[in-house]
């Protein structure tokens, strides 16, 4: 055999092993890939209606609000191989990103699907209270224990729906008037709280400790909003989780609550989360959410702000983005659009 045939048989050779163990070699990569995207104002995989609404007046709508998804490889269990986060990294369409951004550190996959369903639950809630604030719709919140940290003050003492009424006597709006207050105090100090429970009002004192960073003084409960909605609202999207489509739930529930269609018939994406307030945040995945909505046939893409400059790079051919403040201006920028006007909030 010549020396230029050795050769070759050699990097061929070479080739195949590192082929071989490209293909059976885990890495801590996540593959983010464009995933399914959804109108709000139609029907889920039962046929039924995304957004019902019970007890109050509706209107016809039309268009479309969808909101997107992402859809991912990968994760503690079931790693990708180095091949594959190569062929993502060259893949215009998917994102390779560590696998602690989307599964943090000392979380299994499961207890992150559990987290991500309790968010979905809480931007469903957080979209209803934003859609009906922003109609005047007045909405009364309760501030109730969501769960108790085992061995804090408050284990065996207060329970998951115990609704908090007041700290030390001041009464409580939401959550914040009980966490700030609370960041306050110094470590073991009584904190005294007022609760319902079972429609019975009582009142527990608990010593603060230390939390986990050592200098915020805690009493072991996790609290919640929940809001007590004058008419029934009801969200199916199965099993899809996270907090991204709060905004086009708001949108999509306003649409129906009101005369004419929010849209005008465009084919309007969108996604960013919500506060009750109405307030829109950022989210991650802009650019596979973008990708996704352009293939479904968006042309008006609500993008939050903070997440205006990504979008901007990686922005798909005919897909016009228009920046979300808040749920007050996006409306405003709907009008505005299909009103033909050019002065619409975009991140361009």
Not at 134 to 143: A, R
Not at 175 to 197: L, Q
Not at 319 to 342: E, F, M, Y
Request: aromatic share 4%; hydrophobic share 35%; net charge neutral.
């Amino acid at each position: 055999m010549s020396r230029r045939a050795a050769t070759l048989a050699v990097a061929n050779a070479l080739v195949l092993v590192l082929a071989l163990v490209g293909s059976l070699m885990p890495v801590p990569y996540v593959a983010l890939m464009p995933g399914p995207t959804s109108n709000t104002l139609g029907t889920n995989d039962k046929g039924e209606p995304f957004i019902k609404i019970e007890g109050r007046r509706t209107y016809q709508d039309g268009g479309h609000l969808n909101f997107t998804t992402v859809t991912y490889r990968g994760g503690p269990g079931s790693r990708i191989d180095l091949f594959s986060a190569l062929q993502g990294w060259l893949d215009g369409d998917v994102a390779i990103v560590p696998e602690e951004t989307i599964f943090p550190r000392n979380e299994t996959q499961r207890q992150v699907d559990e987290e991500n369903t309790r968010q979905m639950r809480d931007s469903q809630q957080s979209a209803e209270a934003a859609a009906l604030n922003e109609l005047g719709i007045k909405v009364p919140v309760q501030v109730v224990v969501d769960s108790v940290q085992k061995g804090r003050p408050a284990d065996g003492r207060l329970r998951p729906g115990d609704q908090i009424i007041a700290v030390d006597g001041q009464r409580v709006t939401n959550v914040t008037s009980v966490t700030e207050p609370m960041a306050r105090r110094k470590i073991g100090v009584p904190v005294t709280f007022t609760y319902n429970r079972g429609g019975k009002e009582e009142k527990i004192t608990l010593t603060t400790v230390a939390g986990p960073d050592g200098k915020r003084p805690v009493v072991g409960i996790v609290l919640t909003e929940r809001y007590r909605f004058p008419f029934k609202i009801d969200i199916s999207v199965g099993d899809i989780g996270g907090p991204s489509a709060g905004l086009m739930f708001s949108l999509a529930i306003i649409d129906k609550l009101t005369p004419g269609p929010l849209t005008g018939g465009a084919f309007i994406a969108g996604t960013g989360t919500i506060t009750p307030e109405g307030e829109v945040g950022p989210i991650g995945g802009i650019q596979q959410k973008m990708i996704a909505a352009r293939h479904a046939g968006a042309t008006v893409f609500l993008t939050p702000k903070d997440n205006c400059e990504d979008a901007t790079e990686a922005r798909p051919d005919g897909l016009r983005l228009v920046r979300a403040d808040n749920l007050h201006s996006t409306i405003q920028a709907i009008n505005a659009l299909k009103a033909g006007k050019g002065d619409v909030p975009t991140c361009d």
